[in-house]
């Protein structure tokens, strides 16, 4: 099955700074998404991004289908955008499922 | 905007009791999942369901588990004789048949085993 991978895995950050995440794939997808994991443990859906950028105030997330790459960009980040953030993506044809990767722990302090 | 609810937020129970956990899908969407977190691990699938029966399980998804659509809202997941590795947060998730293949998630269900 499709294997994702996240880099990197951990990431501390001063407030203020900005930081990219990235996620590769290693096949082709027909969805990929972003979130959030909360301190409360709740996922919370970031982009939905097949392919192209899209952006959601000081978050951006760019996916390169054709090259098995998606980036998540974090600007101006706030100690409130610490947690883990997981990519996940969206296989077809005889598995039609979600299929996460080992997420990017962040921590921002202040 | 809609959401998936699930109940209960948070369960405890005792090595070998059976658990069920509950899920509301969103109303239109027709696909709906089951995906564990173990504390401080990815989030791995366990089960997808479509159509009143199972389209696919993971290997964890083994004879302990069951998933059931008894009315036309509730999505449950049955967990039976528990045991200590079962301890988890246990996420439900659902998406429209055409389109967007979006999933939605749950709140989740943190089920610890004692």
């Known amino acids: 099955g499709i294997q994702v991978e996240q880099s990197p895995p951990d990431l501390i950050l001063q407030e203020g700074a900005n930081s990219t995440l990235r996620c590769n794939f290693s096949d082709s997808v027909n969805n990929l998404q972003w979130f959030h994991q909360n301190p409360w443990g709740q996922l919370i859906n970031l982009f939905y991004i097949p392919s192209g950028t899209k952006q959601n105030g000081r978050l951006s997330a760019t996916t390169v289908a054709t090259e098995r790459y998606s980036l998540l960009y974090i600007s101006s980040s706030q100690t409130t955008d610490s947690g883990v953030y997981f990519c996940a993506a969206f296989t077809q044809g005889g598995s039609e499922k979600l299929v996460f990767g080992k997420g990017t722990k962040l921590t921002v302090n202040p | 905007e809609p959401e998936v609810t699930q109940t209960p937020s948070h369960q405890v129970t005792q090595m070998g009791q059976e658990v069920i956990l509950r899920c509301v899908p969103i109303?239109?969407?027709?696909?709906f999942y089951w995906y564990r977190q173990i504390l401080g691990q990815k989030v791995e699938f366990l089960v997808s369901?479509?159509?009143?029966?199972?389209?696919?399980k993971s290997e964890i998804f083994d004879d302990q588990f069951s998933v059931e659509r008894p009315d036309g809202s509730n999505f449950t997941l049955k967990i039976r004789s528990t045991k200590l590795e079962d301890s988890a947060m246990y996420f439900c998730?659902?998406?429209?048949?055409?389109?967007?293949?979006?999933?939605?998630f749950g709140a989740g269900s943190r089920l610890t085993v004692l």
């Open positions: 369901f479509y159509n009143n029966e199972i389209s696919e």
């Open positions: 109303s239109n969407h027709l696909y």
């Open positions: 998730a659902s998406r429209k048949s055409t389109g967007a293949n979006v999933l939605t």
